[in-house]
């Protein structure tokens, strides 16, 4: 097989732009009522408590992204620092949230097509932007990248329109009536558990900021990943805090709502009648055709590091196509998993897809800790300490707190394919005489100097 490498063609804007893309900034408004009922009406206040949690965990990935300026993400980190069968594992538990994204936004684009065209099945939806996504994919990682960057400017002038509505209407006594208020962020009825669910949902919406280290083969200069993954992580989370806060002041419950899976269409209605709502409508797809776009991409990514490891089929996982340099075979199994999106629920994806975030979050800052303390031996001083050991220790006891609140059906969910990974593993050391020693690291560049 031809050694045919991804190309750098991706500058600092470019993949910050992909990481907002991935993260949706309008899933604030698709998810709104499913989190304010959670919250019992405080949604910014989880955005908030979900931030925090990804800041110290942001902190991490940029410490390994300069150390490992390579593809593969939480499973390149821990298969470098920690054992590779480990790194594995890490890798296929996070490959639950990469798989299943795409499925989310292809999900999304049923509901709002459907809520349009009530009349075309949904399939036909589902298909069509399955197709469109993975031939972009497949095409090339420039072209997605710029569709992607006009994609993401287009929702951020939504949102701002959206901004501007509600000041018309808090002055004609919709919701609280008045953005000078603290009840989308306190009030009587607050519930520390609450606050941790609702946190544990929306945590998902954040998952583009480590998702751009899938393009650090790709990046122009290796060394912008890191300020790219807190400029993605500091962006989205302004984003989502604005909008919740303005949503949650116009709607203090989910009384208004008919259906609480999916309120973006009823709160464009709402704040802006029905043009804006078919606008409204169109700024999400934007949203969510970003979102499939990046999203798309970067699972095509970890699926090709894995190949190229040899710890999944390097034929076929590792295959880089030789004119458009992209992991084509890759992409187009992501898209035939997308068209499952037929069927299930938001809310039931979503949750699934937070079982795989939290692993590999909770492996990266661990990685730290194994690299910087165990390896380099970064604890002779005060700084050290607390940069290589407190800071990755809080992110992740912080995600551990996610952890305890995730949704019953997702952590059986989860279990279950990381036990399916496990059995996949077993077979391949019993079978294929796969051992640490033999596992390819050919991936690996030498880490930076410390």
Known sequence: MENTSLKRSLGLWAIVGLGLGYMTPTI???TFGI???ETNGVVPLAYVTALIVMLFTAISYGKMVSVFPSAGSAYTYTRETMNPYLGFLVGWSALLDYILLPMVNALIIRIYMVSI???VPAWVWVVSYVAVVTGLNVWSMGKTSNLNSLLVIFEFVLIAAFIVLAFVQFSHGMGRGTLLTAAPIFH???HFGAILTGAT?????FIGFDAVTMYAEEAIDKKI???AIMLTVFIGGAIFFVAGYFAQALFPDVSHFKNTDDTLPEIGLYVGGAIFKLIFISGALAATIASGLASHSSVSRLLYVMGRNGVLPKKLFGYVHPKFQTPAFNVILVGVISLLAITPSLELV?????????IAFTFVNLSVIAHFVFRHKRFKTAKDIFSYLIMPLLGAGSTGILWSNLQKDALIGGIIWAVIGLAYL?????FFKIKTADIDFDDKEQPSAL
């Open 350 to 358: 979503s949750s699934f897809i937070n079982f795989g975030a939290l």
């Open 28 to 30: 604030v408004f698709d």
């Open 117 to 119: 065209f009530p009349q």
């Open 35 to 37: 989190v304010s009922n």
């Open 201 to 205: 949902v929306v945590c998902f919406s």
């Open 426 to 430: 077993l077979v391949q050391i019993k």
């Open 225 to 227: 990943m890191t300020k």
């Open 188 to 190: 009587s009825n607050i």
